[in-house]
């Protein structure tokens, strides 16, 4: 049974991976004739500040949108793992958002942004916030992230949940016996038994942030300027619209290699915190 | 078991190939011609329709099939990855079709007799795109980059259309006087700051600066202060949020009154009258230059009718006969008066009297070309004016403009 399936993942997987990396050492520009030319993407690459500025608004996005989702998910799931009711209900509310496509959430948070927030700090007298914060290149990333944040908690959620269950709730009664209080159970018993849960979440958000795509184009279109531009937007925008096509492969290999390195750096510094607990 | 796998494995991709190849076969075993139309305008759907039935009662062995897509020049790019170019295609004159046509994408219109039923200043338009003396298309319509203009606040303040630059300004001031908003800006789609950009920038860019940038001997730095600047001072007479409005609520909002004057090309018109049947709109070039007989309107190819180098033998006959059928004046005059451009034909004319003021320009060929269709798009001109427009700085804005023209050029 092996066989078919490796066949298969190497025909629709590994090949076309192949393809774009061949493709990256040449002039192609989508179609049309093309020849080799060495390096020269990469190091161009590496000449272009406009590649180098969505790096930096990508990992700044990623980075502050990993944190919060972990932070909200984790306390949103100890809130529903607690004894409240319609804990079912409140459940699959909470995880209504990722079902949803980031597109037409996305307008519909632009018309919050460009409308309903300016109008509410105009009758507040909130003078910095009468303009949509989208328009603004110093503000418009804190856009992208809540709809990012407020998208991803349902899923990140959903992994904490399954994490919480596993917890034997003797362990809270032995606790609550030596006398710890909520904070001190959280710190000695819940934490460090989620610690799994918590490496592998801090994985998967920590990836697709730094992929982050549809939400950008939802809500800014890689602007104002190009101050909301993410890596895979650039790579879309110079590759197709902008018939750069083997250019921002290139842009696409290094990319690859950057999210491969850092998502197994973190498994490492994560997974060692595991062991030690 | 492992046998049965790989049998199936084998049956479905046979499957895959097989369906993959069939399309095309057919096309051509079968009695009836059948060509794909790829266009690019989402307001022209009815009206090819319209003129693809008329075609297809005259000439019952062709079918032409009508493919709009949003977003079509990014489609139509991905497609020619995979070496997928439909047969028939209406383009915009822009610098994409520039590329295809010096890629060899596009059959030769260099014998077309056609060619000398259009007005030469469009051809050459196009010719400049790719650099060479062939043809790879015949122009069809052409557009006007414009301000619109309500004509009853116009009426209401006592305005008159402004003829040179500086009665530009003193046209916005006094609406701005008045307590009205002069202008309805939509920057937070970065692409419509390049209609003002460009009516600028064609009148004040000076002779030849494409041709001379390309060779190094002239510099956005050199030529483009003046269009920078005055583009800049237009931020003096906006409505409170700039960057925060995109296109469609820019023509609701001229629409609806909330301007007096709009910065936006004739192909607005048809959706704004969408949003109020009852306002009347005007159209006049942008005086860019204080010299009025200097002036010129920018006016582009808007679509140019081509096929694909690959056809060969009936199918390009029958594309071909398409193509022409298209241009033939009758036809011409119906695509025009249902879209609101302008014909490349000889002797065809807009008759709306919404455009009146546009025609002088075209009867004394005051005509000039769109710039930015002249840049190469890589780099995404309109994302460095938008972020100009957000801080302001001259000088940082050409140099940058003159690093990525020079980055674009190093990686081709």
New interface residues.
């Given amino acids: ?1 092996a ?2 399936a490796l ?2 993942f190497f025909a629709f997987h590994t090949l076309p991976a192949l393809t774009g990396l061949f493709y990256s050492f040449t ?1 192609w ?5 093309w020849e080799f030319v060495g390096l ?2 990469y190091i ?1 690459l590496f ?4 590649a180098l500025d969505s790096y930096l608004f990508t990992f700044k996005f990623a980075i502050v949108a990993t944190i919060l989702v972990n932070v909200i998910s984790l306390a949103i799931a100890i809130g529903l793992n607690a004894k409240i009711k319609f804990k079912t209900t409140l459940r699959a509310i909470y995880f209504i958002p990722n079902i949803l496509s980031v597109l037409i959430v996305g307008y519909i948070f632009n018309y919050i ?2 409308f309903f927030l ?1 109008d509410i700090a105009q009758v507040l007298g909130i003078n910095a916030l ?3 914060i ?4 110093d503000l418009a990333w804190v856009g992208v992230v809540i709809l990012a944040v407020w998208q991803a908690c349902g899923f990140n959620t959903l992994l904490y949940l399954s994490g919480l269950q596993t917890i034997d709730d003797t362990l809270y009664e032995a606790g609550s016996i030596d006398g710890a209080n909520k904070w001190q159970q959280f710190k000695a018993i819940t934490f460090p038994l989620i610690a799994p849960f918590f490496t592998i979440n801090m994985v998967l958000a920590m990836k697709s942030f730094l992929m982050v795509f549809d939400h950008v184009v939802a809500l ?8 909301t ?1 993410s890596i895979s937007l650039l790579i879309y ?2 590759g ?6 083997a ?1 921002q492969t290139a842009n696409a290999v290094i990319y690859f290699i950057v999210i491969l390195v850092i998502s197994v750096f973190q498994m490492k510094v994560l997974q060692k915190r595991e062991v030690e607990v | ?2 046998k049965i ?2 049998f ?2 084998f049956v479905l991709l046979v499957g895959l190939f097989l369906t993959g190849c069939g399309g095309k076969q057919e096309a051509i075993d079968g009695r009836k011609i059948k060509l794909e139309f790829f266009q690019n305008k989402q307001e022209a759907v009815e009206t090819y329709d319209y003129l693809i039935a008329k075609f297809e009662k005259e000439n019952p062995d062709i079918d032409i099939e009508q493919n709009f897509v949003p977003e079509s ?2 489609v139509l ?2 497609r ?2 995979k ?1 997928d170019i439909p047969e028939v295609m209406g383009l915009g004159g822009n610098a ?1 079709y520039g ?2 046509a ?4 596009l059959a030769s219109f260099s014998d077309d007799p056609k060619l000398k039923e259009v007005q030469e200043s469009y051809i050459r338009m196009l010719q400049d795109l790719h650099g060479r003396v062939n043809n790879y298309g015949i122009p069809y319509t052409s557009n006007a980059n414009t301000v619109l203009y309500n004509k009853d606040k116009f009426k209401e303040l006592g305005l008159e259309i402004p003829k040179t630059w500086n009665e530009f300004i003193a046209t916005a001031e006094k609406i701005k006087s008045a307590g009205e908003t002069p202008f309805y800006l939509t ?4 692409w419509t700051a390049m209609i003002p950009w460009n009516s600028l920038a064609a009148n004040l860019q000076g002779e030849d600066f494409i041709k001379q940038r390309i060779v190094g001997q002239t510099t956005f730095k050199e030529r483009y202060d003046e269009v920078a600047k005055r583009l800049y001072s237009l931020l003096d007479y906006d409505h ?6 995109g296109y469609n ?1 820019g023509n609701t909002a001229f629409a609806k009154g909330k301007a007096v004057m709009y910065l936006q090309g004739v192909w607005a018109i048809g959706s704004i009258e969408q949003a109020n049947p009852d306002i009347k709109i005007g159209a006049f070039a942008l005086p860019a230059v204080n010299n009025v007989s200097e002036n010129k309107l920018v006016s582009g190819v808007d679509t140019v009718l081509t096929m694909s180098a690959k056809l060969d033998g009936k199918e390009a006959e029958a594309a071909k006969k398409f193509i022409h059928f298209l241009l033939e004046k009758e036809n011409a005059q119906y695509y025009i008066d249902q879209e609101r451009t302008f014909s490349t034909v000889k002797g065809v004319y807009q008759n709306n009297p919404m455009v009146d003021d546009l025609k002088p320009y075209f009867e004394s060929g005051k005509i000039a070309a769109f710039p930015d269709h002249y840049y190469p ?4 001109v309109p ?2 004016v ?2 100009f427009l ?1 801080n302001g700085d001259v000088g940082a804005f050409l140099d940058k403009l003159d ?2 023209w020079d ?2 050029y ?3």
């Fill in positions: 049974m066989i078919p066949v298969l002039n520009r989508g179609y049309g004739t020269k993407n161009n000449k272009d500040a406009r942004f460009t300016p009468t303009k949509s989208l328009g603004n290149p800014t279109g890689g602007g104002p300027g190009r101050s531009e925008n110079g197709f619209a902008g018939g750069e096509f250019y | 078991m492992k796998s790989v199936i494995l020049e990014t790019r991905s020619l990855a070496n994409i590329e295809l010096k890629a060899g994408i920057f937070k789609d970065a409170n949020d700039n960057f925060g409005m609520q798009s890589g780099m995404q994302n460095l938008q972020e957000l690093n990525e980055k674009v190093s990686r081709q």
